[in-house]
C-alpha cells in the first residue's frame, strides 16, 4: 500500500504543477510578468484566434541575380587585367552579364576566364559581345542564401529585444518564401510593412557637391556628371518635396556593415535622433573617413535616400555617431530597429496578406471553447453511462489529460490554433478509445471466471501494447505534420502530439491508480464495469 501511496502522490504533485500552468494561461501575460507566483510563461494564442496580419513573403529574385551578377563583373574585371585584357564594355543587363572584347584575340581569354569560375555559362553570343547567364546549381544556391538571409533579418526585426513585437511567427514556408504572422493590434499594418520590407541599406559617402535642387546640380555639369558619381536627394519626411541634393560617389565610402547597435533617442538640438556604435573595424574606418574629411558633409543613406548629411567638424573617434532626419519616436524607433537587425540581401515582395480581426478571433475562441465542453460532456456522459464507475474513473482521467495537456503546452509557450484546439477535441475522443480497449478486455477476463483484482491486473497489461502501438503510429503521424506543415496544420500537429503522450498516461496510469485505491485490495465479488 505504501507504494500505491507514492504513486498517489507523484500523480496529484503533477495535476497540480501542470494545472498551475493551466490556470496561469486563462491570466493576462502582462498580470503573469507582474505576480510574484504566477509563472511568466503561457500558452500564445494563435493569429486565428486572437487576430492581427499573416504575411507571405518572397525575396524579389530577380535583383538578387542581378547583385551576385554585379560581384562577378568585379571579380571578372580583376582577373582580366591580370592577364592584360580590358573588355570595351562589361555590364550586367536583362539577368546577364554581357562583355565588349576590344580586340577579337581577346574573345577566347574573357571566354576561358569566366568559365573558370563554374558559375557562369554562355548565352548565344551576338558578334563581338559575350553574353554569360548563372548556372542553374549556382541560380538554385543564390536562391537559397537570399531567403536564408532574408528569413534571419526579418525574424530579428521581429523579434528585436527592444522594440520587438512579442508573439509573433516568423518561419520558412515552403523552399523560397518566408511566413509572418504578428497577432493582436500590437503594429499597425503599415508601420509592419515598412519595418519588414525596408532593405536597410546604410551607406556613408562624402559629399562632393550640394544644391538645393538636382536642376541646380545638373546645370553645373553640362557636359555631364563626374565618372562613377551620382545624385541623392534629402526630402521632407512623407513628402516628395526635396530639402537637398548632394553629388556623391556611386560606392559608398563606408556601410553599416560593421554596426553593432543602433539606439533611438533624444537631442535638445535636433529631437529625435538614432544613435549607432560601430566595431573596432568600423571604428577605425568611420574615424579616419571623418578625419581625411574635416569641412566637408557626410551623407548617411538608407536604401538611397539622404537622411542628414552633417557637416564634418572634427574628426569622430571611438566608433558613435547619430543620424538625424526630422524623425519622431515612431520612425525613429523603426529605424534603429532596422539598423541593429541588419540589411536584407535583397528587397521583399508580400505575396499574400490577410488581415484577422479580434472580434473574428473572439468568435473563433467562444466556437471552440463550445466544441470542446460538448465534445468532453458527451465523451464523458458516454463512459460513465456504458461503463458505470470504471467510466468516472476514465472520467477523471480525461480531465486530468486536459489539465496536462493545457499545462505542457503553457510550460512550453506553445501556441493554440483553431486547429489546435480541434487537436484538442480529437485527443480526448482518442483517449476514451484507449479506456475502452482497457475495460473490454476487463470484461473478457470476468467473463472468463476471474476474481475483479486479478481481471484488473490482466486487463491493463494486455491492452497495455495495443493502446501502445495505437498512439505511436499516431504519433509519427504528428510528427510529420509538424516538420512539414506549416500555420495552421502545424498548430494542429502540437496539440495532437503533446495530447497522444498525455493522453497514454492519463489512460494507463491515472485509471488503474484509482482501481488500486478502490477496490484495491478489498474481496469484493462483482466490479462496476
Given at each position: 500500500?505504501?507504494?500505491?501511496?507514492?504513486?498517489?502522490?507523484?500523480?496529484?504533485a503533477?495535476?497540480?504543477?501542470?494545472?498551475?500552468?493551466?490556470?496561469?494561461?486563462?491570466?493576462?501575460?502582462?498580470?503573469?510578468?507582474?505576480?510574484?507566483?504566477?509563472?511568466?510563461?503561457?500558452?500564445?494564442?494563435?493569429?486565428?484566434?486572437?487576430?492581427g496580419?499573416?504575411w507571405?513573403?518572397?525575396?524579389?529574385?530577380?535583383?538578387?541575380?542581378?547583385?551576385?551578377?554585379?560581384?562577378?563583373?568585379?571579380?571578372?574585371?580583376?582577373?582580366?587585367?591580370?592577364?592584360?585584357?580590358?573588355?570595351?564594355?562589361?555590364?550586367?543587363?536583362?539577368?546577364?552579364?554581357r562583355?565588349e572584347?576590344?580586340?577579337?584575340?581577346?574573345?577566347?581569354t574573357?571566354?576561358?576566364?569566366?568559365?573558370?569560375?563554374?558559375?557562369?555559362?554562355?548565352?548565344?553570343?551576338?558578334?563581338?559581345?559575350?553574353?554569360?547567364?548563372?548556372?542553374?546549381?549556382?541560380?538554385?544556391?543564390?536562391?537559397?542564401?537570399?531567403?536564408?538571409?532574408?528569413?534571419?533579418?526579418?525574424?530579428?526585426?521581429?523579434?528585436d529585444?527592444?522594440?520587438?513585437?512579442?508573439?509573433?511567427?516568423?518561419?520558412?514556408?515552403?523552399?523560397?518564401?518566408?511566413?509572418?504572422?504578428?497577432?493582436?493590434?500590437?503594429?499597425?499594418?503599415?508601420?509592419?510593412?515598412?519595418?519588414?520590407?525596408?532593405?536597410?541599406?546604410?551607406?556613408?559617402?562624402?559629399?562632393?557637391?550640394?544644391?538645393?535642387?538636382?536642376?541646380?546640380?545638373?546645370?553645373?555639369?553640362?557636359?555631364?556628371?563626374?565618372?562613377?558619381?551620382?545624385?541623392?536627394?534629402?526630402?521632407?519626411?512623407?513628402?516628395?518635396?526635396?530639402?537637398?541634393a548632394y553629388?556623391?560617389?556611386?560606392?559608398?565610402?563606408?556601410?553599416?556593415?560593421?554596426?553593432?547597435?543602433?539606439?533611438?533617442?533624444?537631442?535638445p538640438?535636433?529631437?529625435?535622433?538614432?544613435?549607432?556604435?560601430?566595431?573596432?573595424?568600423?571604428?577605425?574606418?568611420?574615424?579616419?573617413?571623418?578625419?581625411?574629411?574635416?569641412?566637408?558633409?557626410?551623407?548617411?543613406?538608407?536604401?538611397?535616400?539622404?537622411?542628414?548629411?552633417?557637416?564634418?567638424?572634427?574628426?569622430?573617434?571611438?566608433?558613435?555617431?547619430?543620424?538625424?532626419?526630422?524623425?519622431?519616436a515612431?520612425?525613429?524607433?523603426?529605424?534603429?530597429?532596422?539598423?541593429?537587425?541588419?540589411?536584407?540581401?535583397?528587397?521583399?515582395?508580400?505575396?499574400?496578406?490577410?488581415?484577422?480581426?479580434?472580434?473574428?478571433?473572439?468568435?473563433?475562441?467562444?466556437?471552440?471553447?463550445?466544441?470542446?465542453?460538448?465534445?468532453?460532456?458527451?465523451?464523458?456522459?458516454?463512459?460513465?453511462?456504458?461503463y458505470?464507475?470504471?467510466?468516472?474513473?476514465?472520467?477523471?482521467?480525461?480531465?486530468?489529460?486536459?489539465?496536462?495537456?493545457?499545462?505542457?503546452?503553457?510550460?512550453?509557450?506553445?501556441?493554440?490554433?483553431?486547429?489546435?484546439?480541434?487537436?484538442?477535441?480529437?485527443?480526448?475522443?482518442?483517449?476514451i478509445?484507449?479506456?475502452?480497449?482497457?475495460?473490454?478486455?476487463?470484461?473478457?477476463?470476468?467473463?472468463?471466471?476471474?476474481?475483479?483484482?486479478?481481471?484488473?491486473?490482466?486487463?491493463?497489461?494486455?491492452?497495455?501494447?495495443?493502446?501502445?502501438?495505437?498512439?505511436?503510429?499516431?504519433?509519427?503521424?504528428?510528427?510529420v505534420?509538424?516538420?512539414?506543415?506549416?500555420?495552421?496544420?502545424?498548430?494542429?500537429?502540437?496539440?495532437?502530439?503533446?495530447?497522444?503522450?498525455?493522453?497514454?498516461?492519463?489512460?494507463?496510469?491515472?485509471?488503474?491508480?484509482l482501481?488500486?485505491?478502490?477496490?484495491?485490495?478489498?474481496?469484493?465479488?462483482?466490479?462496476?464495469?
Open positions: 500500500m505504501s507504494g500505491s501511496r507514492w504513486r498517489v502522490a507523484g500523480v496529484v503533477s495535476l497540480l504543477l501542470f494545472g498551475w500552468y493551466t490556470l496561469a494561461s486563462f491570466v493576462p501575460a502582462a498580470v503573469r510578468k507582474e505576480s510574484p507566483w504566477l509563472p511568466d510563461s503561457g500558452i500564445r494564442l494563435g493569429l486565428d484566434l486572437q487576430g496580419i499573416h507571405v513573403l518572397g525575396p524579389d529574385l530577380a535583383v538578387a541575380i542581378e547583385h551576385e551578377l554585379d560581384v562577378l563583373r568585379a571579380s571578372l574585371q580583376e582577373s582580366l587585367a591580370e592577364k592584360q585584357v580590358t573588355p570595351t564594355r562589361i555590364a550586367v543587363e536583362d539577368g546577364q552579364l562583355i572584347a576590344a580586340r577579337p584575340e581577346d574573345t577566347a574573357i571566354r576561358e576566364v569566366v568559365l573558370e569560375s563554374k558559375v557562369l555559362e554562355p548565352v548565344t553570343p551576338d558578334g563581338g559581345q559575350l553574353a554569360f547567364k548563372l548556372t542553374n546549381e549556382w541560380e538554385r544556391e543564390v536562391r537559397h542564401r537570399s531567403i536564408e538571409q532574408m528569413l534571419e533579418v526579418v525574424r530579428r526585426r521581429v523579434d529585444p527592444i522594440q520587438g513585437i512579442p508573439e509573433s511567427v516568423v518561419t520558412r514556408q515552403g523552399d523560397d518564401r518566408v511566413l509572418v504572422q504578428i497577432p493582436g493590434g500590437q503594429l499597425d499594418r503599415e508601420q509592419a510593412r515598412n519595418l519588414l520590407q525596408k532593405t536597410g541599406f546604410l551607406e556613408f559617402k562624402i559629399v562632393l557637391e550640394e544644391a538645393p535642387t538636382e536642376e541646380v546640380l545638373r546645370k553645373r555639369h553640362e557636359a555631364g556628371l563626374p565618372p562613377e558619381t551620382e545624385i541623392v536627394f534629402e526630402k521632407e519626411k512623407g513628402s516628395d518635396r526635396v530639402l537637398g553629388l556623391v560617389p556611386k560606392s559608398p565610402n563606408l556601410t553599416g556593415e560593421s554596426l553593432t547597435d543602433a539606439r533611438s533617442g533624444m537631442d538640438r535636433y529631437g529625435w535622433i538614432v544613435n549607432f556604435t560601430f566595431n573596432s573595424e568600423g571604428a577605425t574606418k568611420f574615424g579616419k573617413l571623418t578625419g581625411d574629411n574635416i569641412g566637408k558633409r557626410l551623407a548617411i543613406l538608407l536604401d538611397g535616400q539622404v537622411y542628414s548629411a552633417p557637416a564634418l567638424q572634427t574628426r569622430i573617434g571611438g566608433g558613435r555617431g547619430f543620424i538625424h532626419g526630422r524623425f519622431d515612431e520612425t525613429a524607433g523603426d529605424l534603429a530597429v532596422i539598423l541593429r537587425a541588419g540589411s536584407l540581401p535583397v528587397p521583399m515582395k508580400i505575396e499574400e496578406e490577410r488581415t484577422i480581426g479580434p472580434a473574428l478571433g473572439a468568435d473563433s475562441i467562444r466556437s471552440g471553447l463550445w466544441a470542446s465542453l460538448l465534445g468532453f460532456g458527451l465523451v464523458a456522459a458516454f463512459a460513465m453511462i456504458y458505470r464507475l470504471a467510466g468516472v474513473y476514465a472520467t477523471t482521467g480525461l480531465l486530468a489529460n486536459v489539465v496536462l495537456l493545457l499545462g505542457v503546452m503553457g510550460m512550453a509557450g506553445a501556441t493554440l490554433t483553431m486547429p489546435g484546439i480541434a487537436g484538442l477535441v480529437l485527443t480526448v475522443g482518442m483517449a478509445d484507449a479506456n475502452v480497449i482497457i475495460y473490454e478486455r476487463i470484461r473478457d477476463e470476468l467473463r472468463a471466471g476471474k476474481l475483479p483484482r486479478g481481471a484488473i491486473r490482466t486487463g491493463f497489461n494486455k491492452a497495455f501494447w495495443t493502446v501502445m502501438d495505437a498512439n505511436i503510429t499516431t504519433l509519427l503521424a504528428g510528427l505534420l509538424f516538420q512539414y506543415g506549416t500555420g495552421p496544420i502545424k498548430g494542429f500537429a502540437v496539440t495532437l502530439c503533446i495530447g497522444i503522450i498525455t493522453s497514454v498516461y492519463s489512460s494507463l496510469v491515472i485509471p488503474r491508480l482501481f488500486e485505491l478502490y477496490p484495491g485490495n478489498r474481496p469484493v465479488q462483482t466490479l462496476s464495469i
